[in-house]
């Protein structure tokens, strides 16, 4: 199994989401899959979700990478330097964030967190091939707290 890795450097701004969006999307068709392509639009969405939950939840840089096997899957990572592991949440009705995690969820085929350096890396894969199942999202740990601030 071949796997191309790319990444990118965000900064803690809210506004680098956008940028990494931007980027993703760039790779994506680099890679052979096609804007208009169902799989482009999953990737983005849950790129922008794990990097919007690395800028808001920790206040410090963080590491997006883009892994492409040679089966056309594609696992993204997210790497910050918080130890603390992701902390779904259920957002009620009218509510305007805590929904990052169950998309997370409900669009990856597979997703975890695991300890990396001082921090820890989230990441999900998604499958080019439809016909693949998805698993149970292997997530390590138990995710309990609040996820507070950590110093950069």
């Not at 639009?41 to 840089?61: D, Q």
Request: hydrophobic share 40%.
């Amino acid at each position: 199994m071949q796997v191309l890795q790319v990444q990118l450097e965000v900064g803690p701004d809210p506004a680098e989401v956008g940028r990494a969006r931007r980027w993703a999307r760039n790779r994506l068709a680099g890679s052979g899959i096609g804007d208009d392509e169902p799989l482009a639009e999953t990737l983005v969405l849950l790129i922008s979700e794990l990097v919007t939950n690395a800028v808001v939840h920790t206040g410090c840089p963080a590491v997006l990478r883009m892994l492409f096997a040679a089966e056309g899957g594609v696992r993204v990572e997210v790497a910050d330097s918080s130890e603390l592991p992701p902390r779904p949440r259920h957002a009620a009705g009218e509510d305007t964030n805590g929904r990052g995690l169950e998309l997370v969820d409900g669009l990856a085929d597979r997703w975890g967190w695991q300890p990396e350096g001082a921090g820890k890396s989230i990441w999900c894969e998604v499958d080019r091939t439809p016909a693949a199942a998805p698993a149970a999202p292997p997530v390590q740990g138990e995710a309990v707290g609040s996820p507070g601030r950590v110093r950069c």
